[in-house]
């Protein structure tokens, strides 16, 4: 097969939503994003919702008996079912709209303006905190990890809180970041 028809066969299969995750919810994505339409294909773990079936995904949190309970607010996992769109947030940090650092120096500022920042992403997608099911909260240091942990307790829904992770590490992308914050919501 040459490279033509191999690029070839691609755009065809993205087009009918098989290439990405077997054709799957994925699949319709891009099948869509592909200006294609989201049929069933073999294999397709889609299921066609019925008339007045819940626009909404179904979402479980998974906590099993034999793993510890949530050092803080979130699940250690989140299973779900039915979803009609994914929102990938890139990391947020402190930086206002021309790319100035907020709170130079201050762990707070910089983790509420990082939350405010992931906040907008999530709203331009249709979303907000209630539907992130996967964070990860990026600290500089160990003594910030606690407060990591409290920044999330305090956006993330405490009856829905997402699969979070507290990554403690030297150092972000600019010297002067104390917090990021990256996150994955489904609607």
């Not at 994003?33 to 299921?47: D, K």
């Not at 600290?139 to 403690?168: H, K, S």
Request: net charge neutral.
């Amino acid at each position: 097969m040459t490279d033509n028809e191999h690029r070839s066969g691609r755009r065809s299969l993205l087009k009918r939503g098989t290439l990405l995750f077997g054709g799957g919810a994925l699949g319709a994505i891009a099948s869509r994003a592909a200006g294609g339409s989201p049929e069933r294909t073999a294999g397709s773990a889609m299921q066609p919702q019925s008339a007045g079936a819940s626009a909404r995904m179904q979402r479980t949190a998974l906590n099993p008996d034999s793993l510890h309970t949530p050092f803080s607010r979130y699940a250690h996992g989140i299973q779900i079912e039915g979803p009609r769109r994914f929102i990938f947030c890139a990391g947020q940090v402190a930086g206002d709209a021309e790319g100035k650092l907020v709170g130079r120096g201050d762990f707070w500022a910089q983790g509420h303006k990082a939350m405010e920042n992931l906040a907008a992403v999530l709203a331009e997608g249709g979303a907000s905190f209630a539907d992130i099911v996967k964070a990860t909260i990026y600290v500089v240091g160990t003594e910030n990890a606690q407060a990591g942990r409290d920044l999330g307790g305090q956006y993330f829904d405490p009856e829905r809180p997402p699969a979070n992770t507290l990554v403690v590490c030297a150092g972000l992308a600019d010297p002067e970041f104390l917090v990021e914050v990256e996150a994955i919501a489904v609607i």
